[in-house]
């Protein structure tokens, strides 16, 4: 399939409008626990590959480096991640901006889904509270994400 046809089909869905917006005042910056959600289909080696209509996420180990992705869609560009992981899950960069004191700390677990969806309502009403959950447990304050 095109490119142009993905945009095509996808022209006309309606985003989601909620009655209510969570709101929270995170601690500073210097001070904050970050994390990064990507909709990359990232995974490591040892884990399971994102199929078509995976609605799960997977957690990434941040110490790690191993990461593959599984995007299977053609319209997907693994050039960027190819080069450098960082234009994916700037790990590297956030390392820099702990050891420089801008953020907190790092947080040492991230989450990854597939973003090749048409149907989000089950990342919507249980993986994405699922994975926001366990996000919160570790102490994380902040989510940076990283949209592909």
Same mark, same amino acid.
């Given at each position: 399939? &095109?490119? !142009? $046809?993905?945009?095509?089909?996808?022209?006309?869905?309606?985003?989601?409008?909620?009655?209510? =917006?969570? %709101?929270?005042? *995170? *601690?500073?910056?210097?001070?904050?626990?970050? &994390?990064? =959600?990507?909709?990359?289909?990232?995974?490591?080696?040892?884990?399971? +590959? %994102?199929?078509?209509? +995976?609605?799960?996420?997977?957690?990434?180990?941040?110490?790690?480096? +191993? /990461?593959?992705?599984?995007?299977?869609?053609?319209? %997907?560009?693994?050039?960027?991640? &190819?080069?450098?992981?960082?234009?994916?899950? *700037?790990?590297? !960069?956030?390392?820099?901006? &702990?050891? $420089?004191?801008?953020?907190?700390? =790092?947080?040492?677990?991230?989450?990854? /889904?597939?973003?090749? $969806? %048409?149907?989000?309502?089950?990342?919507?009403? +249980?993986?994405?509270?699922?994975?926001?959950?366990?996000?919160?447990?570790?102490?994380?304050?902040?989510?940076?994400?990283? *949209?592909?």
């Amino acid at each position: 399939m &095109a490119d !142009r $046809q993905v945009k095509e089909m996808a022209e006309d869905v309606e985003a989601p409008v909620f009655e209510t =917006v969570a %709101f929270t005042t *995170p *601690p500073k910056l210097s001070e904050a626990n970050v &994390a990064i =959600v990507t909709s990359a289909s990232l995974h490591h080696a040892d884990q399971d +590959d %994102f199929a078509p209509n +995976d609605t799960g996420f997977r957690v990434l180990d941040g110490k790690r480096r +191993d /990461y593959q992705t599984g995007h299977w869609s053609p319209n %997907f560009d693994s050039i960027g991640f &190819a080069s450098d992981i960082n234009t994916i899950i *700037p790990l590297d !960069r956030l390392d820099e901006l &702990a050891s $420089q004191g801008t953020i907190g700390k =790092v947080s040492e677990s991230h989450l990854s /889904y597939a973003g090749n $969806q %048409f149907d989000l309502t089950a990342i919507r009403m +249980d993986s994405g509270p699922a994975g926001a959950t366990l996000l919160k447990k570790q102490g994380v304050d902040v989510v940076i994400l990283t *949209p592909v």
